[in-house]
């Protein structure tokens, strides 16, 4: 049996996946290789380079409460500036994330980490997929995190990478074509009970396209659901955390370790139709 993890992305709700992944490792699941896409590709790595355990998780959670929204979208006048008049790619430097990749990460290529790792990311001129599975791991993680109009575009072997999210956020299809038996989703949500609409434009772009890629995420969980045993871990709710609120993670983390363990507990989480318990709604 093949057994492998795929990690969706979504900004600050990625910290509700350390929660998931702590929960994963009390009922021993040990991934063959992992799929992750934006957020969830950080937080794969990290546990591919190291491997699924409680310290493991215990680091990974530090990290989380370590972050900042500025710390990882750096405001820089000249580069808005620049965005604003377009000559700029995007309203923020990639210099935050980056920092986090590199010091973070414990190997320096994809193909060297303990755990087979994907690392998915967009072709910005073209919209094509784009899996990672050698290559330099920050650059890879920087790229599969690029948020389009917010962070700039990754070169990558002539081309222009972009988030990963745009072509396929939860990239159950790579851990079926991989050989994997039983697919573990971590997906991180979207925020289904925000009291008004997100305002200014980092906000709104980051909270339609958390709307976008969770509706591709149900779509693909009906598509594959014959292929594998799926085992989609649901996202804690009601969510009215902001896309950029970084200051919750502590809350998100207890959260999703909370919701996966209850639903862990009912036939190990596996459902006749594992899309329907995370569709989409409003409170």
């Known amino acids: 049996m093949t057994t492998a993890l795929v990690l969706s992305g979504g900004a600050n709700l990625g910290a509700i996946q350390v929660g998931m992944l702590r929960a994963l490792t009390e009922i021993d699941v040990q991934p063959d290789f992992l799929v992750g896409t934006s957020v969830g590709a950080l937080n794969a790595a990290f546990v591919a380079g190291r491997g699924l355990r409680p310290d493991i998780v215990d680091d990974l959670e530090k990290i989380w409460h370590g972050l900042t929204t500025w710390q990882l979208f750096p405001p820089r006048p000249q580069q808005l500036l620049g965005a604003l008049l377009g000559r700029k790619s995007s309203l923020f430097g990639d210099q935050g994330i980056r920092r986090l990749a590199e010091k973070h990460l414990d190997f320096d290529r994809i193909e060297e980490t303990r755990i087979p790792l994907t690392v998915v990311a967009t072709d910005l001129v073209t919209g094509n997929e784009v899996d990672i599975t050698a290559g330099p ?131 190990g989480g596996r459902r006749s139709n594992p899309a329907d318990h995370i569709a989409v709604h409003t409170h």
């Not at 009906?222 to 804690?236: F, G, H, Q």
Request: contains cysteine; negative net charge; aromatic residues 6%.
């Open 137 to 267: 791991a920050s650059d890879a993680i920087v790229a599969s995190a690029a948020i389009p109009g917010l962070l700039p575009p990754v070169p990558w072997h002539g081309r222009l990478l972009i988030d990963g999210g745009i072509a396929d956020n939860t990239a159950i299809s790579n851990a079926v074509e991989g050989g994997a038996d039983t697919i573990y989703v971590l997906p991180c949500g979207y925020p289904c009970a925000l009291a008004d609409p997100p305002k200014g434009v980092p906000d709104t772009l980051l909270h339609t396209m958390t709307l976008l890629i969770h509706k591709r995420l149900l779509r693909d969980i009906r598509e594959y659901t014959d292929d594998a045993d799926l085992i989609v871990l649901p996202p804690p709710c009601p969510l009215d955390i902001g896309p950029l609120d970084f200051s919750r993670a502590d809350e998100l983390i207890v959260r999703g370790y909370q919701t996966s363990v209850a639903f862990l507990q009912t036939d």
